[in-house]
């Protein structure tokens, strides 16, 4: 499989137990979950310790918003989290996966109260762009 962000290949695929396989990129440590095992994984104890790249370098990445699936190569869809609206990650539309960027989906599981700081402010930068 082929990195969507930096189009590096392959991904490595990373188990979590006998149920999830995820796809990690050997360049910029962005994960694909397939289909919806980011969201059970999320409620997975240590489920997050998958994501080991650098949030800075996940956060360069998360600009690129103009990708495609690396299943059906069609365009993904940007979404937000609606617990932590800061969050920004990509999704299939067919269903087939999610792209996190590096340190995006460790994250989307931990909240603490910074992200209701920074949920607060995303949703705020978001209104005054539209």
């Keep these: 499989m082929k990195c969507p962000k930096c189009h590096t290949e392959p991904m ?15 360049n910029c440590y962005g994960l694909w979950f397939p289909a919806d095992s980011y969201k059970k994984l ?3 104890w240590m489920g997050h310790f ?15 918003t103009d990708i495609l699936s690396p299943v059906t ?5 940007v979404v937000y989290d609606q617990k932590q609206p ?5 999704i299939d539309v067919d269903g087939h996966g999610a792209f996190f960027d590096a340190g995006e989906y460790r994250d989307y599981v ?21």
Excluded: W
């Design 12 to 26: 490595d695929k990373v188990n979590y137990g006998r149920e999830y396989t995820v796809y990690r990129c050997n």
């Design 86 to 90: 800061h969050i920004q990650y990509e």
């Design 42 to 44: 999320r409620e997975e």
């Design 73 to 77: 190569g069609k365009p993904m869809q």
């Design 50 to 64: 998958m994501d080991i790249g650098d949030p800075r370098i996940g956060k360069q990445y998360n600009q690129k």
């Design 110 to 130: 931990e909240e603490t109260l910074s992200d209701f700081f920074k949920s607060f402010f995303a949703v705020a930068a978001r209104k005054l762009t539209r």
